[in-house]
């Protein structure tokens, strides 16, 4: 598996309901970060957890990471139609300069 | 609010040709990247650049691939001679301190 791997691919959901997205990685890490991407649109900066945080709340989002199973999810609470959007994880192996971007979860909402 | 901008927006050219993408970072910003996106797949890391010069690079940087901050002010990405294969969308990024910014793109399209 790759350095980054997020599932579902793609998840479609009610507006209001919750959206769960997990991300994998294989290497140390210093940080990983979510981003959101509408298509064919640059990527958003959503939030960045330290590989020394467990959990990280920003508005309807709460990221969790797990260091010792190498995984991160991102949650959205109350979701809206507007979070339809791809969401990427990105890594940056300890020691390098390196990002990596997962393969990313495609996110629709219905409303 | 800073933003990082990016020039063209749509590039079509020839395969062989020569082309520059360019980008302008937020200004006090001091780490740049390039990144590329195939359609549908992943965002690729290409290259970083801290302090005129590559800290990093991918092994899809090539020696194809060259990069410049010129004038203190812009930071470009130049593929001698493009490739089919080449065609993606390619994102600049700056960041400051962890958070990266990322560009609108610029969509290449290599005949």
């Known amino acids: 598996s790759q350095q980054g791997e997020e599932d579902p691919q793609a998840l479609s959901i009610q507006e209001g309901e919750n959206a769960t997205m997990n991300c994998s990685y294989k290497?140390?890490?210093?940080?990983l970060q979510w981003y959101r991407q509408n298509s064919g649109r640059g990527l958003v900066h959503l939030i960045l957890?330290?590989?020394?945080?467990r959990e990280k709340h920003s508005g309807r989002l709460r990221v969790t990471l797990d260091t010792s199973k190498k995984s991160s999810s991102l949650l959205i609470t109350a979701s809206r139609a507007a979070d339809t959007a791809s969401y990427f994880c990105a890594t940056v192996v300890t020691g390098t300069y390196k990002y990596i971007f997962g393969t990313g979860t495609r996110l629709k909402v219905l409303a | 609010e800073p933003e990082v901008t990016q020039t063209p927006s749509h590039q079509v050219t020839q395969m062989g040709q020569e082309v520059i993408l360019r980008c302008v970072p937020i200004s006090n910003h001091l780490y740049f990247y390039w990144y590329r996106q195939i359609l549908g797949q992943k965002v690729e890391f290409l290259v970083s650049?801290?302090?005129?010069?590559?800290?990093?690079k991918s092994e899809i940087f090539d020696d194809q691939f060259s990069v410049e901050r010129p004038d203190g002010s812009n930071f470009t990405l130049k593929i001698r001679s493009t490739k089919l294969e080449d065609s993606a969308m390619y994102f600049c990024?700056?960041?400051?301190?962890?958070?990266?910014?990322f560009g609108p793109g610029t969509r290449l399209l290599v005949l």
């Open positions: 650049f801290y302090n005129n010069e590559i800290s990093e």
């Open positions: 990024a700056s960041k400051f301190p962890e958070t990266q910014y």
């Open positions: 957890i330290r590989s020394n945080e």
């Open positions: 290497t140390s890490i210093n940080n």
